[in-house]
């Protein structure tokens, strides 16, 4: 036993060992470091990913040396599957093979008793030989079922690697598609004010063109309204209140006018009246032209029977109205009779001024101050003569009935003349018969240009 003085001596000195070095041990294969050596063992048995190892089929045939990360894709592999295949028909053959070594083994050893065994040797080995028939069937069977397993995984495979690639085709196509179309969305919302641009210059064109079929250069114009039922219809839905005439012209260089009708009446008289106005122009002669235009506005509603009791009225501009001045814009303010002529009286069934979904107006411009007596003469002439010859015509009515106003008591101021028939031609006069029958108040030739009374009776003139 050491004393107490000994092991004073002991305590006392320095270990030299713990002031060495001690490294760590570290994996070769995936370099991580570990406290001992016996822990290292473990991670190379179990735990490394990175160590090499060979397959454990190598005594079937299948020689790789893999990763241990990468034994479940070696599993997979064809060399692998095929070393399984080996492997299991080899078992298969090997009990049968061990089996008669050891009958005859038995035989060998217990010769002396074979005679009371034998029986029993042949059943065993019998029943033993249809199972491992059975068996090896079995195995057969697993092994054909393996090898069409994988056949349909490489099928699956090259299919689903040719459906990546069609995938990924298709989806550089999408994203191309989708670029085109935002492409040709930002050109369409480009054009699309263009395009409206362009329709309104080709409603424009036409309407210019249809203008110009109905030109008119001596200061009246016919106007035919067709479709009436359906302009009545947007009328009165307020969808299209009002619609323009066909300009006109009072000679090859003179005033351009227009009329307005509005077929369900306007301001006071909607819903009453039709509302019939005159528009002056902007022309391309205002420059040498006199204003304001101070002529006299006749409007004619036509009676499309034979009877031809026209509804007559017109008015004489307001020169102090800026409606008559030269325009400075494409059109003037419009003015002429709001009541022009009754709603109740055109809405009714057979009427004679809407004939076919159609009706017909009359604007006249009296340049040579026409007596107003004589209008309803005028407006009864054939539509069809040259201007020329109405004008002759008119001329001749003028005298005779210059002539007959020598003879007879001139007429009161206040009368009405209602048209009874038309003119007869002949082959050098119209005559025309009229009725002279007293009323009580009339306008005179200065009717209000912004509003007049509606008409009395077909073919009344005001």
Same mark, same amino acid.
């Given at each position: 036993?050491?004393? @107490?003085?000994?092991?004073?001596?002991?305590?006392?000195l320095?270990?030299?060992?713990?002031?060495?070095?001690?490294?760590?041990?570290?994996?070769?294969?995936?370099?991580?470091?570990?406290?001992?050596?016996? @822990?290292?063992d473990?991670h190379?048995?179990k735990e490394?990913t990175?160590?090499?190892?060979?397959?454990?089929?190598?005594?079937?045939?299948?020689?790789?040396?893999?990763?241990?990360?990468?034994?479940?894709?070696?599993?997979?592999?064809?060399?692998?599957?095929?070393?399984?295949?080996?492997?299991?028909?080899?078992?298969?053959?090997?009990?049968?093979?061990?089996?008669?070594?050891?009958?005859?083994?038995?035989?060998?050893?217990?010769?002396?008793?074979?005679?009371?065994s034998?029986?029993?040797?042949?059943?065993?080995?019998?029943?033993?030989?249809?199972?491992?028939?059975?068996?090896?069937?079995?195995?057969?069977?697993?092994?054909?079922?393996?090898?069409?397993?994988?056949?349909?995984?490489?099928?699956?495979?090259?299919?689903?690697?040719?459906?990546?690639?069609?995938?990924?085709?298709?989806?550089?196509?999408?994203?191309?598609?989708?670029?085109?179309?935002?492409?040709?969305?930002?050109?369409?919302?480009?054009?699309?004010?263009?395009?409206?641009?362009?329709?309104?210059?080709?409603?424009?064109?036409?309407?210019?063109?249809?203008?110009?079929q109905?030109?008119?250069?001596?200061?009246?114009?016919?106007?035919?309204i067709?479709?009436?039922?359906?302009?009545?219809?947007?009328? /009165?839905?307020?969808? /299209?209140?009002?619609?323009?005439?066909?300009?006109f012209?009072?000679?090859?260089?003179?005033?351009?006018m227009?009329?307005?009708?509005?077929l369900?009446?306007?301001?006071?008289?909607?819903?009453?009246?039709?509302?019939?106005?005159?528009?002056?122009?902007?022309?391309?002669?205002?420059?040498?032209?006199?204003?304001?235009f101070?002529?006299?506005?006749?409007?004619?509603?036509?009676?499309?029977t034979?009877?031809q009791?026209?509804?007559?009225?017109?008015? @004489?501009p307001?020169?102090?109205?800026?409606?008559?001045? @030269?325009?400075?814009?494409?059109?003037?303010?419009?003015?002429?009779?709001?009541?022009?002529?009754?709603?109740?009286?055109?809405?009714?069934?057979?009427?004679?001024?809407?004939?076919?979904?159609m009706?017909?107006?009359?604007?006249?411009?009296?340049?040579g101050?026409?007596?107003?007596?004589?209008?309803p003469?005028?407006?009864?002439?054939?539509?069809?003569l040259?201007?020329?010859?109405?004008?002759?015509?008119?001329?001749?009515?003028?005298?005779?009935?210059?002539q007959?106003?020598?003879?007879?008591?001139?007429?009161?101021?206040?009368?009405?003349?209602?048209?009874?028939?038309?003119?007869?031609?002949?082959?050098?006069q119209?005559?025309?018969?009229?009725?002279?029958?007293?009323?009580?108040?009339?306008?005179?030739?200065?009717?209000?240009?912004?509003?007049?009374?509606?008409?009395?009776?077909n073919?009344?003139?005001?």
């Amino acid at each position: 036993m050491p004393d @107490r003085g000994f092991r004073n001596d002991m305590k006392t000195l320095k270990i030299a060992h713990f002031n060495e070095s001690h490294p760590n041990p570290i994996c070769e294969f995936c370099g991580e470091q570990f406290t001992s050596n016996i @822990r290292l063992d473990e991670h190379k048995q179990k735990e490394c990913t990175e160590i090499t190892q060979p397959c454990p089929l190598v005594e079937y045939g299948c020689l790789s040396s893999v990763r241990r990360i990468e034994l479940g894709d070696h599993y997979l592999s064809d060399i692998h599957q095929n070393a399984i295949i080996s492997a299991v028909r080899r078992l298969s053959v090997k009990p049968a093979h061990d089996q008669s070594e050891r009958g005859s083994t038995m035989d060998v050893d217990v010769a002396p008793n074979i005679a009371g065994s034998l029986a029993t040797t042949t059943t065993t080995s019998e029943t033993l030989s249809t199972s491992m028939q059975e068996v090896y069937e079995a195995i057969n069977t697993l092994a054909s079922g393996t090898q069409t397993l994988n056949d349909e995984t490489l099928r699956v495979s090259s299919e689903s690697v040719r459906l990546q690639s069609s995938v990924e085709s298709l989806t550089q196509e999408l994203t191309s598609l989708k670029l085109s179309i935002e492409e040709q969305g930002a050109f369409l919302d480009g054009i699309k004010p263009n395009q409206e641009i362009l329709q309104q210059e080709v409603a424009s064109l036409k309407q210019k063109v249809d203008d110009a079929q109905y030109v008119s250069y001596d200061g009246t114009l016919i106007w035919k309204i067709t479709s009436f039922q359906e302009k009545m219809r947007d009328a /009165q839905s307020e969808r /299209q209140t009002f619609i323009y005439s066909p300009p006109f012209y009072s000679s090859p260089s003179g005033y351009k006018m227009r009329a307005r009708l509005y077929l369900h009446g306007d301001g006071n008289a909607r819903r009453t009246h039709m509302s019939l106005f005159f528009v002056l122009m902007r022309g391309p002669s205002d420059a040498v032209l006199k204003f304001p235009f101070n002529y006299k506005v006749t409007f004619c509603l036509y009676d499309q029977t034979p009877q031809q009791r026209h509804i007559i009225d017109s008015f @004489r501009p307001d020169i102090k109205s800026n409606s008559f001045q @030269r325009p400075r814009s494409e059109m003037n303010i419009a003015s002429g009779i709001p009541k022009f002529f009754p709603l109740a009286m055109i809405q009714q069934d057979g009427n004679p001024y809407v004939r076919d979904d159609m009706m017909f107006i009359k604007v006249m411009v009296d340049f040579g101050d026409m007596p107003k007596t004589l209008l309803p003469y005028a407006l009864s002439l054939n539509p069809g003569l040259p201007t020329h010859i109405q004008q002759l015509f008119i001329k001749q009515e003028t005298e005779r009935r210059a002539q007959q106003q020598t003879q007879q008591t001139p007429t009161s101021p206040g009368t009405r003349m209602e048209v009874l028939g038309p003119p007869q031609n002949t082959d050098t006069q119209l005559i025309q018969q009229l009725v002279v029958t007293p009323i009580q108040n009339t306008n005179n030739d200065n009717n209000s240009p912004q509003q007049s009374p509606s008409p009395d009776n077909n073919g009344t003139l005001r």
